[in-house]
């Protein structure tokens, strides 16, 4: 009787989920097709439901667009949080204040458009991260979705409607949501809705109509929309069904089983039941059950199931094996697990006489299917597929038999040691312990001479008369006949143990092998090495050399990884290799397919798309050619390509990252230096402008100012290029460092004297002791260093306020000290503050791009030393940095 019970690991599971679930906020998501379908405003009906159910519901951030039904629903009495302001490029945007949200921690919040971006110097970069810390603090969340916005459809909806959608969310964000209700509206109700003014203001309306809401766009939005909420709801059946009604279907959806084997009509059967899948617009599953009698089989039967598999996995069905004792039962099982409702197998062409004797699987399978489907098919007509490599020639085992005869002989001559003093019931014993002697080591066949020899010597040399076959008591052929059956159950049950401990040693190896693999894989970074770690493990474990080829730019295979020195595919193999990189099949030595290719070659492909192709040249094609090999080439190229797959996500990941960064500075130099340079340049030109258009008559005083003017503004403006070409060196490493040992007070009076106009009027106390070492230091950087420190000190306080200056040694380090009297800087701005583009809060107002104290720290890192600020107790900041002496 098959098991019905709930499996205790996935009961297990679900309270651990159940219990995580507690511990944090619950979310719902009102999830649309396209904007205006009335997402927003149902959430807003939602949460006043809520209030008057005495929940404290706050408003954290709800996007009206100007539509007044919404501003009217916002007006009804829910709490708002004020947003906050971040400025951006000119201009000052309202965020969603999380910090407020988390200190208020209201019982349910509401937050909408869940995939929007957060504007830069946010904690978080998308708004559906500060939603998961909201919940994780325990706070219920309600917000918005739109399906466009999931990644997994991103390229599906830039292909159908072109246009690429920016902002995206993991997919997981809505499959951890604890609700999601669909809001659903015709295309045609939206676009009457536009027209009127409800979505969008009316000429953004009319846009939108022209382009992106347009009939066709919007009915397959509505579409993936339907399907995906489906797809959740059918998810959560299958785990309530796990749960509360295990080991029963549930036939909310069509699931086809397909079962093969060896047999040459097994792909005559797939080609049915994909037909058949295909009309019931159905899921269908190819399995083979591996039981201890398959391990029996020839090796070309044994191939042919490989071939039926890898005939499934084209025609689109995944394809399952599964090692088990009982075919019917392992079925069963396997259906139920995956709520299958209709299990497809093959009409039975064996003799009815064998079903009569060992039982019928298809008569198992229908007794025990319960309420599955059983569909029986004879599968189409036509000529049956052959098998795919040529059978492997297997030599009789001569050896196992004269071990059969040996034992036989052993075991009579114990016998007829022990005969004079041992019944004969004892003896049978002997032979038996014989026979289970040779079940152990050898297989079927001899094991059955073993017993028949066994019954045979028995007779002749010890049943009376003796030496002779004949019996003088007829009671004597049920002893023999007993003997026979019992020697024959026996060497069965043994070759069984050790044929099932032959599939865990099997099974074993796969695992073990696949798992130093993967571990090996995960360790490693870039895709030559995963290449070569990858090519290292298949030479070892199939004894064979290997090669791995990739596409190059112009789309041509090169090898990437093994041994080319003693073997590197040929412009023919190379042929052979881009033929299974351009269909994605597997061909070469071995196959049906370019058969005389000095290799295999198998294809590395990761979710459909083809990354490059494995050269196998074995040692010995044979022991390659065995069915199980096969499985573990297989096992081990799908590992291979998925970490292959890993490492270019993660490149493009970094990528993606280096060009979002890239376009975050660029911007951020824009937005800082753009003022910077505007008001220099406003001065020199108008002063200018000035002496050309009135030169003539200004007094010489006047005169001398406006120059002044114009030497002070083109110095300023020079310091802020050399800053920008200072900080684009340190980036690019173009910066060398040439050390020199230096006085540092010779350094220190340069600076001075450069800056002596800008530090008129100003108490410099300059504090360097006599004995203070020679330092090895770039005197031309170090300047630079100087100059930004005391610039900045000059720039950030009031004027004729005083400025330290001091160095000293520590061990092997020289301190060097630049102090202002000025207002100080926020904890917070301390670490921050030496970062490209950053200036402290409280500077925030002056003039400045943010670069002098990031170049300061590239500089004094080139030397080896370190830089930091820190505010002094009786006001203002002092920077410290060291430099090595020894250099």
Not at 539 to 561: H, N, T, W, Y
Not at 711 to 729: A, H, P
Request: hydrophobic content about 45%; glycine content about 6%.
């Amino acid at each position: 009787m098959t098991e019905t019970r709930p499996n205790p690991d996935q009961l297990l599971a679900r309270v651990q989920q159940e219990e995580a679930r507690q511990a944090r906020g619950k979310l719902k998501i009102f999830f649309g097709a396209y904007p205006g379908v009335g997402k927003t405003h149902s959430m807003l009906e939602a949460a006043r439901a809520k209030r008057q159910e005495g929940v404290d519901v706050v408003v954290g951030l709800v996007e009206s667009h100007g539509r007044k039904e919404i501003e009217a629903l916002l007006q009804g009495g829910l709490d708002v949080l004020d947003r906050r302001s971040v400025p951006y490029h000119n201009v000052t945007l309202q965020e969603f204040d999380l910090d407020a949200a988390l200190q208020r921690r209201p019982g349910l919040l509401l937050v909408d458009e869940l995939a929007h971006t957060n504007a830069p110097d946010s904690r978080h970069a998308k708004r559906w991260q500060d939603v998961q810390e909201l919940l994780e603090s325990g706070i219920d969340v309600y917000t918005t979705l739109n399906v466009q916005h999931l990644e997994s459809l991103n390229d599906i909806i830039a292909q159908i409607t072109g246009v690429t959608v920016r902002e995206t969310l993991p997919d997981s964000t809505l499959e951890m949501a604890d609700e999601v209700e669909l809001i659903d509206l015709p295309p045609q109700d939206l676009l009457n809705r536009l027209a009127e003014g409800k979505v969008y203001l009316p000429q953004q309306a009319q846009r939108a109509m022209e382009n992106f809401f347009r009939v066709p766009n919007l009915t397959v939005l509505r579409e993936l929309a339907l399907r995906v909420t489906a797809d959740r709801v059918n998810a959560q059946v299958q785990s309530i069904r796990q749960v509360e009604a295990a080991g029963k279907t549930w036939p909310t959806v069509e699931r086809l089983l397909v079962c093969v084997g060896p047999s040459p009509t097994s792909s005559k059967l797939i080609r049915a039941a994909r037909r058949l899948a295909t009309s019931l617009r159905a899921e269908w599953i190819v399995l083979y059950v591996e039981t201890p009698a398959q391990l029996r089989l020839p090796p070309a039967q044994r191939d042919r199931v490989i071939q039926h598999l890898r005939l499934a996995e084209q025609l689109g069905a995944e394809s399952i094996t599964l090692s088990g004792q009982k075919l019917a039962e392992e079925i069963i099982n396997y259906a139920r697990a995956r709520n299958v409702t209709k299990i497809v197998i093959g009409k039975p062409v064996r003799p009815r006489w064998k079903d009569w004797l060992l039982g019928s699987p298809v008569d198992d399978l229908v007794r025990s299917s319960g309420d599955i489907d059983i569909y029986v098919m004879r599968g189409d007509g036509g000529q049956v597929d052959s098998a795919g490599p040529p059978p492997i020639p297997t030599k009789p085992r001569w050896d196992e038999y004269g071990f059969a005869l040996a034992a036989t002989a052993a075991s009579t001559a114990v016998a007829w040691l022990i005969f004079p003093r041992l019944g004969l019931v004892n003896l049978v014993m002997v032979y038996l312990l014989g026979v289970v002697a040779v079940a152990a080591k050898t297989h079927r066949g001899p094991s059955i001479l073993a017993s028949v020899l066994s019954v045979v010597a028995f007779d002749f040399c010890f049943v009376q008369p003796q030496f002779s076959l004949t019996v003088s008591d007829t009671e004597y052929l049920f002893t023999f006949g007993v003997m026979l059956l019992v020697a024959l159950v026996i060497s069965h049950l043994t070759i069984r143990t050790r044929e099932q401990a032959e599939m865990a040693r099997l099974r074993e190896r796969r695992t073990a092998t696949l798992h130093a693999l993967s571990q090996h894989l995960a360790r490693t970074r870039g895709t030559d090495d995963l290449l070569r770690v990858a090519v290292q493990h298949i030479g070892e474990i199939f004894e064979s050399q290997v090669v791995a080829l990739l596409p190059d730019e112009k789309g041509d295979l090169r090898v990437v990884a093994g041994n080319a020195a003693a073997w590197e595919p040929d412009a023919k193999e190379r042929s052979v290799a881009h033929w299974v990189y351009d269909l994605g099949q597997m061909a070469g030595r071995g196959t049906q397919t370019l058969s005389l290719a000095q290799a295999l070659y198998v294809p590395l492909r990761a979710s459909g798309i083809p990354l490059g192709v494995l050269a196998v040249r074995p040692a010995d094609p044979n022991r390659l050619l065995i069915p199980e090999q096969m499985h573990l080439l297989e096992a081990f190229t799908n590992q291979t390509a998925l970490a292959l797959e890993r490492g270019q996500l993660e490149v493009r990941a970094r990528q993606a990252q280096v060009q979002v960064e890239a376009e975050r500075l660029r911007s951020s130099l824009l937005s800082s230096v753009s003022h910077d340079l505007r008001t220099p340049l406003a001065t020199i030109t108008g002063s200018a402008s000035t002496i050309l258009e009135s030169g003539e008559g200004m007094k010489p005083e006047t005169l001398r100012q406006l120059a002044r003017d114009i030497y002070e503004e083109g110095d300023r403006l020079s310091r802020l290029i050399n800053n920008l070409l200072q900080m684009t060196r340190l980036q690019a490493g173009a910066a060398k460092v040439q050390k020199q040992p230096q006085a540092l007070e010779e350094v220190v009076g340069v600076v001075l004297g450069r800056l002596s106009n800008r530090l008129c009027g100003r108490d410099v106390q300059v504090h360097l002791p006599p004995d203070l070492p020679m330092v090895p230091l770039d005197e031309v950087l170090m300047e630079q260093v100087f100059l930004n420190l005391l610039d900045n000190a000059v720039k950030y306080t009031p004027p004729g306020s005083a400025i330290a200056l001091a160095a000293w040694a520590d061990g092997q380090d020289v301190v060097v000290e630049v102090a202002d009297r000025g207002e100080g800087l926020d904890a917070s701005d301390l670490d921050k503050v030496f970062d490209i583009f950053y200036r402290g809060r409280k500077q925030a107002g002056n003039s400045g791009a943010g670069l002098g104290l990031a170049i300061c720290r590239g500089i004094v890192q080139a030397h080896g030393g370190r830089i930091w600020a820190m505010n002094r107790p009786e006001g203002g900041v002092a920077f410290r940095f060291t430099l090595p002496l020894n250099g």
